[in-house]
Each structure stands twice: as C-alpha cells, then as structure tokens.
C-alpha cells in the first residue's frame, strides 16, 4: 500500500515559478507510474503529468508541456512537478497519484489506485 503526501503549493504571480512535490511511502518500485492531477473549482480533474519510477516513460499534458516537468528523485521516494510561466488558469488543487503499471502510462485518474490529498496552487496577481 502506498502512502503520499505533496507540498509546494502556494500563491504565485502570473509567470511565476512552482516546484511540486510527492512523498511516497510503501511499496513503490520501477514499475509504478507517479502522476499528477489537477482539480479547479466546478470542473474535471485534469491529467496534467505522469512518469514510472525509473523515468524511461514521461508523458505531459498538451496544456502544460513546455511549462512544467515531472520529475523523480529515487533515493528521496519523491516525485517532483515543476511549474514554470504559471498562469491563472493553472489555479488548482493539484494530487499526486501512483499505480502499479506494466505498459502504458495511464492518464486517467481511472489509471490510479492512491492518491495523495492535494495541495492549492493560486497564480493570482
């Protein structure tokens, strides 16, 4: 069973930086995918980025790629979101998410068994 926690959120300004993290805890190996999600009020939760543990696979949504990258770090257990040229439209709570993979990465939140339990990000001037 996996355990995660993020942090990082946080109120930025328009084109202003963020850096995302998730601490897994549990039975993590190569083959599990790590994603993140995000929720604005009144909408979907949105694939934003996923990546398996050993960082063979990346897959980033059209509407953020170019901006933010996902990243792993296996010694800390950590899977990373870096946001970067942030916009308001990028104001969400965001959730990080891990499942047991054997091929593609899934980009659905159907895709993934835990969930961590969010974190606000606000790009706001």
């Known amino acids: 069973q996996v355990q995660l926690v993020e942090s990082g959120g946080g109120l930025v300004q328009p084109g202003g930086s963020l850096r995302l993290s998730c601490l897994a805890s549990?039975?993590?190996?190569?083959?599990?995918?790590m994603g993140w999600f995000r929720q604005a009020p009144g909408k979907e939760r949105e694939f934003v980025a996923g990546i398996n543990w050993s960082g063979v696979s990346r897959n980033h949504a059209d509407s953020v790629k170019g901006r933010f990258t996902i990243s792993t770090d296996n010694i800390k257990n950590t899977v990373y979101l870096q946001m970067n040229s942030l916009k308001p439209e990028d104001t969400a709570v965001y959730y990080c998410?891990?499942?047991?993979?054997?091929?593609?990465?899934?980009?659905?939140?159907?895709?993934?068994?835990?969930w961590g339990q969010g974190t606000q990000v606000t790009v706001s001037s």
């Open positions: 549990g039975r993590t190996s190569s083959n599990y995918a």
């Open positions: 998410a891990a499942n047991k993979v054997w091929g593609v990465l899934p980009i659905t939140a159907y895709g993934y068994a835990y």
